[in-house]
T-cell receptor
């Protein structure tokens, strides 16, 4: 059961334009969402997160939007740069009563920013 | 801040041998670390949650006797792949979570370890 889905396996965007990466989830109990960027043979790098009580969070060129009613979130990158070319994973988690809060990852979207 | 290291970055071993992978949080203490596995062009699959001073919690389908996890200190967790077989060849990534400072539990990832079993 894939609780977090990224339906677009790849996306190509011109440098300077906006990149929009989408993510859908099925579990309404998720409390927070995160976006990670990953280069081949490297670990994911944390980009930005959002709590389920918010609908938008912005950090520099990165903005995450959350639509809880649609169970959908998106990552906007403006302006896109060649160095943004990577695989982007969305992830979701729940607050636990204990110390561990596991993340559920989507399948990833490969972003290619062209010159 | 929030730097996580892994060692080794890549390892080749023969079938039937054991391999240990270390995960360290360099600038923070982590009571919880996580071990993931990633197959080519696939998502990260959580294998287990490593808790300092207690037994690891394994995800369904992960053999605890094959993937031994030890969280000996607040900055070190190890994953030992015992009696490795070619199907264990994969990219193993650990993560750690700093003491909670905000509303979201970000995990910070190590650079990963490429294991090849021949």
């Amino acid at each position: 059961d894939q609780q977090v889905k990224q339906n677009s396996p790849s996306l190509s965007v011109q440098e300077g334009r906006i990149s929009i990466l989408n993510c859908d989830y099925t579990n309404s109990m998720f409390d927070y969402f995160l976006w990670y960027k990953k280069y081949p043979a490297e670990g994911p790098t944390f980009l930005i997160s959002i709590s389920s009580i918010k609908d938008k969070n912005e950090d520099g060129r990165f903005t995450v939007f959350l639509n809880k009613s649609a169970k959908h979130l998106s990552l906007h990158i403006v302006p896109s740069q060649p160095g943004d070319s990577a695989v982007y994973f969305c992830a979701a988690g729940r607050y636990d009563t204990g110390t561990a809060s596991k993340l559920t990852f989507g399948t990833g979207t490969r972003l290619q920013v062209t010159l | 801040g929030a730097v996580v290291s892994q060692h080794p970055s890549w390892v080749i071993c023969k079938s039937g041998t054991s391999v240990k992978i270390e995960c360290r949080s360099l600038d923070f203490q982590a009571t919880t670390m996580f071990w993931y596995r990633q197959f080519p062009k696939q998502s990260l699959m959580l294998m287990a949650t490593s808790n300092e001073g207690s037994k690891a919690t394994y995800e369904q389908g992960v053999e605890k006797d094959k993937f031994l996890i030890n969280h000996a200190s607040l900055t070190l967790s190890t994953l030992t792949v015992t009696s490795a077989h070619p199907e264990d060849s994969s990219f193993y990534i650990c993560s750690a979570r700093p003491p909670r400072g905000g509303p979201t539990y970000e995990q910070y990832f190590g650079p990963g370890t490429r294991l090849t079993v021949t």
